[in-house]
């Protein structure tokens, strides 16, 4: 049964600072790694896809890596903003079933 | 990008009533839909996988008599609490995966149920 964790649960950093999430799954027998950002009370936005055959993505300040042989994906927010402040969501997909990591919480200060 | 919504997007009812939540791809067909529950500061928790033409398949621990999951066309899908109790209350959220995205999900905006 497919495990997903993320580390750190929350963290609070200035503005500009770059970070980085960590996402760690048990089983590397995935089809794709997403990550997600979820604002209070709201749905989820995709932020990006990783593909099993591929390393990395990137979509502006957000870079996401996927090691599938160590079962770990990283998500690098380069110079946060305070808009920034959300909570990232990464999901494994097992052909189309999704399980979600437990989420990092973010926020970011002026 | 493909869009999924969800109809609607909160609802408040009575203990012991029945509510009937929508999802919908817009913009292209999904055989297959999903349903998550989310409780307030927990992640995401999947119930189950909606079939079009078929059953649904419900996770481990979700009760099918009371989540009846409903797969009636290609673009909808309907998840209906019945019965539904305080517990019940949740943020309910759907996905369809697209083909042409290499089966990226794409989340409905999700539903916040209160049950009084």
């Known amino acids: 049964k497919q495990e997903v964790t993320q580390i750190p649960a929350a963290l609070s950093v200035p503005e500009g600072e770059n970070l980085v999430l960590n996402c760690s799954f048990t089983?590397?027998?995935?089809?794709?790694l997403q990550w997600f950002r979820q604002d209070p009370g709201k749905g989820l936005t995709s932020l990006l896809l990783?593909?099993?055959?591929?390393r990395e993505q990137t979509s502006g300040r957000l870079n996401a890596s996927l090691d599938k042989s160590s079962g770990r994906s990283t998500l690098y927010i380069a110079a946060s903003q305070p808009g920034d402040s959300a909570t990232y969501l990464c999901?494994?997909?097992?052909?189309?079933?999704?399980?979600f990591g437990t989420g990092t919480r973010l926020l970011v200060s002026p | 990008g493909a869009v999924v919504s969800q109809h609607p997007s909160w609802v408040i009812c009575k203990s012991g009533t029945s509510v009937k939540i929508e999802c919908r791809s817009l913009d292209f067909q999904a055989t297959t839909m999903f349903w998550y529950r989310q409780f307030p500061k927990q992640s995401l928790m999947l119930m189950a996988t909606?079939?079009?033409?078929?059953?649904?398949?419900?996770e481990q621990g979700v009760e099918k008599d009371k989540f009846l999951i409903n797969h009636a066309s290609l673009t909808l899908s309907t998840l209906t609490v019945t019965s539904a109790h305080p517990e019940d209350s949740s943020f309910y959220i759907c996905s369809a995966p697209h083909r042409g995205g290499g089966y990226e999900q794409y989340f409905g905006p999700g539903t916040r149920l209160t049950v009084t």
């Open positions: 909606s079939n079009e033409g078929s059953k649904a398949t419900y």
């Open positions: 990783i593909q099993s055959s591929q």
């Open positions: 089983d590397s027998a995935i089809y794709n």
């Open positions: 999901a494994a997909t097992g052909f189309q079933k999704l399980v």
